[in-house]
């Protein structure tokens, strides 16, 4: 059985950082795609980033030079790293793992729970 487990949320001010961190269990994490999502209060999910090994990294349109995406698959783990945290980062951050090299949350077969990321102004 395949879980997924994100920690490292908070409730952070405005121009701090957080290192966000999901651990993988019960798939062959180096030949899957890790990617993490966000939703913020009232708005769709929606793609913060993605790494593996096809092209790297890539990461969404609506986001910035801010985020980091990286994996350690020797602790079947991903990271997203924000630095420069603002108010509208706010919301749950989900991280997700696919076979594919999609960056559509419908091809993302496994999810973690989320971590609730809270920016003060």
């Known amino acids: 059985q395949v879980h997924l487990v994100e920690s490292g949320g908070g409730l952070v001010q405005a121009g701090g950082s957080l290192r966000l961190s999901c651990a993988a269990s019960?798939?062959?994490?180096?030949?899957?795609?890790a990617a993490w999502f966000r939703q913020a209060p009232g708005k769709e999910r929606e793609f913060v980033g993605v790494?593996?090994?096809?092209?790297?990294?890539r990461y969404g349109d609506s986001v910035d030079g801010r985020f980091t995406i990286s994996r350690d698959n020797a602790k079947n783990t991903v990271y997203l790293e924000v630095n420069g945290l603002k108010p509208e980062d706010t919301g749950v951050y989900y991280c997700?793992?696919?076979?594919?090299?999609?960056?559509?949350?419908?091809?993302?077969?496994?999810w973690g729970q989320g971590t609730q990321v809270t920016v003060s102004s």
């Open positions: 997700a793992a696919s076979a594919t090299t999609s960056t559509l949350a419908d091809h993302f077969p496994f």
């Open positions: 019960g798939l062959s994490f180096p030949n899957y795609s």
């Open positions: 790494v593996n090994r096809a092209y790297g990294t």
